[in-house]
């Protein structure tokens, strides 16, 4: 039986912040890379922003981002409730991506969009997950040819989720269209609602409730119309946010 190491725990310290489209964790992307038009920046903190850091990271595609989920609560369970199984089947908590962990720990891959240095060290990034304020406390280049496994098996999750058609009232698109941003915040509100950000449980209850979700300054109001053979959601309202 082999003793536990003498050091038993350790300390993290963030090398930065991440600056995105999410101001709350309510509607993002359960996965990275399922809002492409999701845009983001990770602002690296002294010491860790001089330049030399990040010397050669610009031939690469595609990074790992380690970081903390800074908004869930310290506390956790050994069984979690996956949304992909409607949030009522139970997994072990090592068999899901919740953010529900014991060290609060969270790992996704982002395309890099491009590096600055002028001031301090930010990369732009494009695909992320992540909301606003996220600590980072480490960055890693993927190299595809050593962890693309495409046999690999995904259990309860073995492909993307299917998307839900996403219709815009006039209203909203009158809003969107006096925007400078508009086709940008048109597709993502179309990406991040078309992969149904209502918690799992509630999806059949309710019907016509009006949800809302916050994506860059503006607060998206939207509904679930239902027909005997498919889900659509319908933005209602695209309010502005205040303060």
Known sequence: ??????????????????????????????????????????????????????????????????????????????????????????????????????????????????????????????????????????????LPWAEARPEAVAGFAPQAPVLLPVTFSHDALDTLARRVDSASLYALIEQVLGQDPRPAYKQSEEPGRVYGVRLRDVDVKFRALHNDEATTLEVVAIDIMTG
């Open 1 to 142: 039986m082999h003793n536990a190491p003498e050091s038993a725990s350790f300390t993290l310290t963030p090398i930065g912040y991440v600056v995105s489209d999410y101001p709350d964790k309510f509607g993002i992307p359960r996965q990275p890379g399922l809002a492409q038009a999701a845009n983001a920046s990770l602002v690296l903190t002294a010491p860790y922003n001089d330049p030399l850091t990040v010397r050669g990271l610009e031939d690469f595609s595609h990074l790992w981002v380690s970081f903390i989920f800074h908004q869930s609560p310290e506390r956790w369970t050994p069984l979690v409730r996956p949304p992909r199984l409607g949030g009522n089947r139970k997994v072990g908590v090592f068999a899901s991506r919740s953010t529900h962990r014991p060290n609060r720990l969270g790992l996704s891959l982002v395309t890099l969009a491009g590096i600055e240095t002028h001031q301090g060290v930010r990369l732009r990034l494009e695909g992320c997950d992540l909301v606003s304020g996220t600590p980072v406390v480490d960055i890693k280049p993927y």
